[in-house]
T-cell receptor, first 113, second 115 residues
């Protein structure tokens, strides 16, 4: 299994500001995934972060809005830039274990005022 | 594009009942299907993983089945308990060749088990 931690666990931010979310995994993984869960909605993949290369973004998500860093095989950050109330969501980091099970962090709950 | 639907959206039952949560998906070319539990204010906890070649998986009081050809999976919870109250999410991983690790999620079934 994989143990994933995220910081911060929650935050309240003003519109127009940016927030960086950290994700730490207890083992080395090739790919890390960032998901968003808007209120009452399902989880949606934002991007896939590979160590040593640019992140791959899903349709509807762009690097300027959600820049991602992946400095090593156990750590990644997601920044939510120039926030608006529509960015209020839960942001989750995820990795795939060697048994193909997908593991998720506890999430970062973001409220933008 | 893969679409995942979960029925019902919400379910409220008395303790002790056996219940079935349903998940359907539109594209049968899946690599695996996973059931998760999400407690309020918490992340996702993996419950069961079914590979595309398998028909079912069991863990304790939970049993998940997969009928890939019809695009359906069910999660059976036996002898429900108040501690089972949570949102249950179904997710499918497309067959290898697409974005590795990408999951498509349903909106979940919010389960309440009252004593």
């Amino acid at each position: 299994s994989a143990v994933i931690s995220q910081k911060p666990s929650r935050d309240i931010c003003q519109r127009g500001t940016s927030l960086t979310i950290q994700c730490q995994v207890d083992s080395q993984v090739t790919m890390m995934f960032w998901y968003r869960q808007q209120p009452g909605q399902s989880l949606t993949l934002i991007a896939t972060a590979n160590q040593g290369s640019e992140a791959t973004y899903e349709s509807g998500f762009v690097i300027d809005k959600f820049p991602i860093s992946r400095p090593n095989l156990t750590f990644s950050t997601l920044t939510v830039s120039n926030m608006s109330p529509e960015d209020s969501s839960i942001y989750l980091c995820s990795v795939a274990g060697p048994d193909e099970t997908q593991y998720f962090g506890p999430g970062t709950r973001l409220l933008v005022l | 594009k893969q679409e995942v639907t979960q029925i019902p959206a919400a379910l409220s039952v008395p303790e002790g009942e056996n219940l079935v949560l349903n998940c359907s998906f539109t594209d049968s070319a899946i690599y695996n299907l996973q059931w998760f539990r999400q407690d309020p204010g918490k992340g996702l906890t993996s419950l069961l993983l079914i590979q595309s070649s398998q028909r079912e998986q069991t863990s304790g009081r939970l049993n998940a089945s997969l009928d890939k050809s019809s695009g359906r999976s069910t999660l059976y919870i036996a002898a429900s308990q108040p501690g089972d109250s949570a949102t249950y999410l179904c997710a499918v991983k497309p067959f290898r060749g697409s974005t590795l690790g990408r999951l498509y999620f349903g909106r979940g079934t919010q389960l309440t088990v009252w004593p």
